[in-house]
């Protein structure tokens, strides 16, 4: 609960807080959606078309 107070005084004094981990982050998410929309993955032809069994 103490962390939590000290992260909102600085936020309230006006100091940034670190964003180091939250950049890493956002920029692995973004480099996933580039790679998926790249690479144009295809389901196989008989995956397609193979009925779904009932469990």
């Not at 998410?29 to 069994?53: D, M, Q, Y």
């Amino acid at each position: 609960m103490e962390s939590t107070a000290k992260g909102a005084g600085a936020r309230a004094a006006g100091r940034r807080l670190p964003t180091g981990r939250l950049e890493a982050f956002s920029d692995g998410v973004l480099a996933t959606a580039i790679s998926l929309l790249v690479l144009e993955i295809e389901v196989p032809p008989a995956a397609r078309h193979r009925p779904r069994r009932a469990a």
